[in-house]
């Protein structure tokens, strides 16, 4: 099956700095990579995906970057406010094999004002 | 966007008592929705996989007879936490597909339980 490891698993940084998080798989049949946001006692939040046919998308200050070949993902946060504090999660699926999701183990990221 | 509804958000129960959790998705049919386990600081585990109308499908060391998920409609799914103890003290989170491989997934806002 599908193995999703995730790191670092706490980052802080300075409140205008930015944050990477990257994330590598095992399996290439994957071809769906979302990144969820969770907030303390809540759900987790969709915040970006990408699928295997494009190489980095970005939507305002998130961006992410995907390299097949060598099966790891990356998460980028620009210009980091303190409300960008939470834990992120990555994730990997397969439309192929019915689309379930297999997590990073998580990074808690601090943005420190 | 998809909304998936979760209810409740906390609930207390006392030890040998079941509890239901529902998972709702507001503006799609969810043709399948997942049941996921989240110990504090740890990631999301998944439970179990329900499609509408059939049984679900439980990951390894997941015991349906005390995790009973019914999937009665497209717009919802249910986990009922049979003759709860302790250490099920958790937080769930059910997420809902609109359909395979086109959608990702939209989550529930978690349910926090305490068996006391």
């Known amino acids: 099956g599908e193995n999703v490891e995730q790191h670092p698993s706490t980052l802080s940084v300075q409140e205008g700095d930015s944050a990477v998080i990257k994330c590598t798989y095992s399996d290439s049949a994957s071809n769906y990579f979302p990144w969820y946001k969770q907030e303390l006692g809540k759900g987790p939040q969709l915040i970006i995906d990408?699928?295997?046919?494009?190489g980095e998308k970005k939507d305002q200050r998130i961006a992410v970057t995907l390299n097949k070949t060598a099966k790891h993902f990356s998460l980028h946060i620009t210009e980091t406010q303190p409300e960008d504090s939470a834990v992120y999660f990555c994730a990997a699926s397969s439309t192929d094999t019915g689309n379930q999701f297999y997590f990073g183990t998580g990074t808690s990221l601090t943005v420190i004002p | 966007g998809a909304v998936v509804s979760q209810h409740p958000s906390r609930v207390i129960c006392k030890s040998g008592t079941s509890v239901k959790i529902e998972c709702r998705s507001l503006?799609?049919?969810?043709?399948?929705m997942f049941w996921y386990r989240q110990f504090p600081k740890k990631s999301l585990m998944l439970m179990a996989t329900s499609n509408e109308g059939s049984k679900a499908t439980y990951e390894q060391g997941v015991e349906k007879d005390k995790f009973l998920i019914n999937h009665a409609s497209l717009t919802l799914s249910t986990l009922t936490v049979t003759s709860a103890h302790p250490e099920d003290s958790s937080f769930y989170i059910c997420?809902?597909?609109?359909?395979?491989?086109?959608?990702?997934?939209?989550f529930g806002s978690g349910t926090r339980l305490t068996v006391v």
């Open positions: 990408i699928r295997s046919n494009v």
């Open positions: 997420s809902a597909s609109l359909t395979r491989g086109e959608y990702g997934y939209t």
């Open positions: 503006d799609f049919q969810a043709t399948t």
